[in-house]
């Protein structure tokens, strides 16, 4: 999981930015940038992934021989592969989602846009992603990409953020606040 201790803040800075830079240089930014996507996929959908990720237990070859058996069937990149692999041996592999989120904060302001998180309690439509992304768009002036993930706990609704601000619509919100209001009566 994702911390936002300093200290992987750090660490996850530097390597996103080592790894910009690198895929920068190779003109690999789109293909580094689906790797990562794909990778933080893969992360999402298996928790003994994410458990061999973020676990200190394991040794570093371990991981770095394992990460590479899924990098493989995932057909990761080399540039990406070979990063993610350097992480691992580094013992680094626990700030991989730190810097995967660094490594798109870059890339988008590389590319003079803003990236927005969205969370929804199922899957949305190509359709309400594309009317969102027009919406933040006239709202900010500027491109917005979207990170969607999901979150059954929200009932309904979504939460964007975008920077430091977030609009929460969520059902689970509304209900909770209700709630409030019905002690309070």
């Known amino acids: 999981m994702a911390t936002d201790n300093h200290m992987t803040s750090g660490v996850a800075g530097r390597y996103a930015s080592a790894l910009f830079e690198l895929a920068r240089e190779q003109g690999e930014l789109d293909g580094v940038d689906a790797d990562l996507s794909k990778f933080q996929g893969l992360l999402n959908g298996s928790e003994d992934l994410k458990r061999l990720v973020n676990s200190p237990a394991f040794a570093a070859e371990d991981q770095e021989r394992a990460l590479k058996a899924v990098l493989d069937w995932a057909s990761v990149g080399a540039t990406t592969g070979n990063f993610l692999k350097v992480v691992a041996r580094n013992r680094r592999l626990s700030a991989a989602e730190d810097i995967i989120k660094n490594f798109r904060q870059q890339l988008a302001l590389h590319r003079g846009e803003m990236t927005a998180e969205v969370q929804s309690a199922v899957q949305l439509s190509d359709e ?33 953020k975008v920077g430091s601000r977030m609009f929460d619509s969520s059902l689970r919100t509304k209900l909770s606040n209700l709630k409030v209001v019905l002690k309070g009566a």
Not at 146 to 158: C, M, N, V
Request: hydrophobic fraction near 40%; charged fraction near 25%; aromatic fraction near 4%.
């Open 128 to 160: 309400q992603l594309a009317e969102l992304k027009n919406t933040l768009k006239a709202s900010y002036g500027k491109d917005v990409r979207l990170e969607t993930k999901i979150d059954p706990s929200l009932l309904g609704g979504l939460v964007v």
